[in-house]
């Protein structure tokens, strides 16, 4: 145990680091600096810049300034990370992140625990019925579901629930009027109402990809000789299905829900973009319109990182929830 | 020394394909497309750029002139679907080429290489598969600026190929201590021999496979980018950019969503269910658990 979460930190380092310094390339490879965007305001003279580009150490020399970059990440000092100065919303990238992080882990979360409870039920309802005509049609409306790209599942629930009929709100995390009159529950309802329609698209997709893991998973365990024993010992199907097999292909569903976060958050990027969710998908994609790249990198490097981190808790919380790894470590 | 076994596998590969009926209706949706891209000058009945009259004809429904509606600039929104299908369909094409021949190339150099090479080559493949794909090509279009369609392809290309690699390299560390190849090696024959002759027609099922899938993920993320104004630029039509035109009233200008938003389902899908079957052929284990 001790040696896969020493890989699995070392492995999510080197990504990090990779990423990192993708991102300092990127942003020395873009035209200007963080501080010439404000060539706009005719107020802000050239011994201003100056001065600004010295504060922040945009005279040095790139490598030293490089190593600066990579040495903040690597102490964990967030307070002294230059993530710049976030021209569109006129404050530093870090508070504009840091303000829109939770609500797309919030999206995130919620798409990610009901996809994982509905496609693990699906899964185990299909591998149970195996071979039969309704298991076949969910099995096709699965893989058709994940034919469907994110945006256009999104606008097809955007247009039907929220304008055409009227049931959910269009767009935003919170009624803009009322939002602030109401009490604590009513302020909960109000978020849940506008995250149903984006978390529900993400949940589909996620549904439809982790049912087909859960399914082939769970015909894996099914031949398995501990079952038969459940089965001959006059355990009930259900109590089969639940207890014994559910139990042994859960390692598997953690794993895959680690290996889908890199899609999920791409996913989040257009949900968060149709539904006018103010998470770091939105951020980031205003931030491109508005050739704002301090904040369009950060926000990279920041879903890359938690992308990166979440992977490695799954994949050691699927090694703890496997008996036969804990055991063995 | 022929490649006779694998020319016998292709066979096999393709009777089993072609017997399962969901199979048969995918490849010919997909054939349909595939013509219809080709033939789009024929085929289209109106130029999918021109801006015949913005004032009268924007924003018209379904009818029978316009059979998929117009588009808030006036052009006929079924003539950009079909000459979309040849920027959607060529772009994913080219892209996973490259994207597939690099896999390959780097697959068989870290899997026949093994030790350190093989080491730093898949810690690689893991660093850039847990990036997300659309983060990174977000970073690099905002880096770079618009780009024309050869610059789209590029991008894909080189951002897809760690998938591929990763198969092709499980399979050449398997297929190197099988006895075909070592009594090749024991003859003497050259390494760039043994990759060519015997490893890559071996590896080829596999990589069939991994297009397939590296095709159905490529057509989404390419109408994606699109969508998000950061992939194929107007005027020239793609599935992603019409459906962009329709996206900020989706209900009152469903057909802007719905065709095109079709037309990308219906390629994916057919290409899915067409990669299932394969995969099932090249691994008979597979079709057991069905």
Redesign the interface.
């Known amino acids: 145990m001790r040696r896969l979460l020493l890989s699995r930190a070392a ?1 999510a380092a ?2 990090i680091a ?2 990192a310094t ?2 300092f390339v ?2 020395h ?3 200007g600096d963080p501080f010439s965007a404000s060539l706009d305001d005719p107020s802000v003279t050239a011994d201003i810049r100056a001065t600004q580009r010295a504060q922040w150490g945009y005279d040095r020399p790139l490598p030293q300034q490089y190593v600066r970059w990579i040495a903040n990440l690597a102490r964990l000092e967030l307070d002294a990370l230059e993530l710049g100065w976030s021209h569109t919303h006129a404050r530093p990238v870090k508070e504009v992140l840091a303000r829109r992080v939770p609500n797309t882990l919030l999206l995130m979360a919620t798409a990610l625990g009901l996809g994982l409870v509905a496609g693990v039920a699906l899964g185990t309802w299909q591998a149970a019925r195996q071979g039969s005509r309704s298991e076949r049609a969910s099995g096709a409306l699965a ?2 579901a ?7 599942v999104a ?2 629930a ?3 629930f929220a ?2 009929w009227r049931l959910l709100p269009v767009s935003g995390m919170v009624d803009p009027v009322l939002h602030d009159g109401l009490s604590l529950a009513g302020r909960a309802a109000d978020v849940l109402r506008h995250l149903l329609l984006p978390a529900g698209t993400l949940a589909l997709l996620t549904t439809a990809a982790v049912s087909r893991f859960h399914r ?1 998973a769970m ?2 365990v099914l031949p398995e000789e501990f079952v038969r024993t459940a089965r001959a010992k006059g355990v009930t199907e259900v109590a089969v299905l639940v207890r014994h097999a559910l139990r042994n292909a859960l390692g598997p569903v953690i794993t895959i829900a680690g290996l889908m ?3 999920l ?2 996913g989040a ?2 949900v968060e ?2 539904f006018g969710w103010p998470g770091m998908g939105l951020t ?2 205003n ?3 508005g050739r704002d ?1 301090p904040l ?2 950060a ?2 490097l920041v ?2 990182v938690l ?2 981190l979440g ?1 490695a808790v799954a994949e050691v919380l699927a090694a703890v929830a496997d008996p036969r790894v804990r055991g063995a470590a | 020394m022929s490649s006779e076994p694998f020319a016998g596998l292709a066979r096999a590969m393709v009777r089993r394909v072609l017997r399962s009926t969901g199979a048969r209706v995918a490849c010919a949706v997909l054939a349909l497309f595939v013509i219809a891209a080709i033939a789009a000058p024929l085929v289209a009945p109106y130029d999918p750029t021109v801006h015949p009259d913005p004032v009268l004809l924007k924003n018209l429904p379904p009818s029978a002139a316009h059979p998929f509606g117009t588009d808030p600039f006036s052009r006929d929104v079924l003539s950009r679907v079909i000459f979309g299908a040849r920027v959607s369909l060529g772009v994913a094409a080219a892209s996973v080429l490259i994207a597939v021949s690099l896999g390959t190339a780097l697959g068989a150099v870290a899997g026949l290489a093994g030790g350190w090479v093989d080491a730093v080559c898949m ?1 690689a493949v ?2 850039v ?8 090509l ?6 770079t ?1 618009p780009l024309p369609v050869g610059g789209i392809i590029l991008l894909l290309g080189l951002t897809g190929w760690p998938a591929t690699s990763r198969i092709v390299r499980a399979e050449v560390r398997a297929l190197r201590e099988r006895d075909f190849v070592v009594a090749a090696r024991a003859m003497g024959v050259a390494r760039h021999r043994i990759l060519s002759r015997h490893l890559l027609p071996a590896v080829a099922p596999q990589v069939l496979v991994a297009a397939t899938v590296a095709f ?1 993920s490529v057509i ?1 993320l390419e ?2 980018l699109s ?4 992939g194929v630029r107007p005027p020239t039509p793609s599935w992603g950019s019409i ?1 962009l035109d329709g ?1 900020d009233r ?3 200008l ?1 057909w802007l ?1 719905l065709f095109p ?1 079709m037309a ?2 219906g390629v ?2 057919a290409v ?2 067409i990669g ?1 079957r394969l995969r099932e052929a090249v691994d008979p284990r597979q079709e057991a ?1 069905r």
Request: aromatic share 8%; proline share 6%.
């Open positions: 492995q080197v990504v990779l990423v993708l991102a990127l942003i490879v873009a035209p893989l058709l994940l034919s469907a790209p994110e945006f256009l606008l097809g955007l247009g039907l304008v055409r082939s015909l894996a976060l890199p899609a958050f791409g990027v257009f973009k149709i980031m994609v931030a491109v319109g790249y369009v990198l926000s990279v879903g890359s992308v990166a992977g | 810690r893991d660093a598969l847990s990036v997300p794909r659309l983060l990174l977000i970073a690099l279009v905002a880096s600026g159905a989404p109408a994606g969508f998000l104004g950061l459906i996206a989706p209900a009152q469903w969503v938003g990308i389902v994916v899908f899915n269910a299932e658990s």
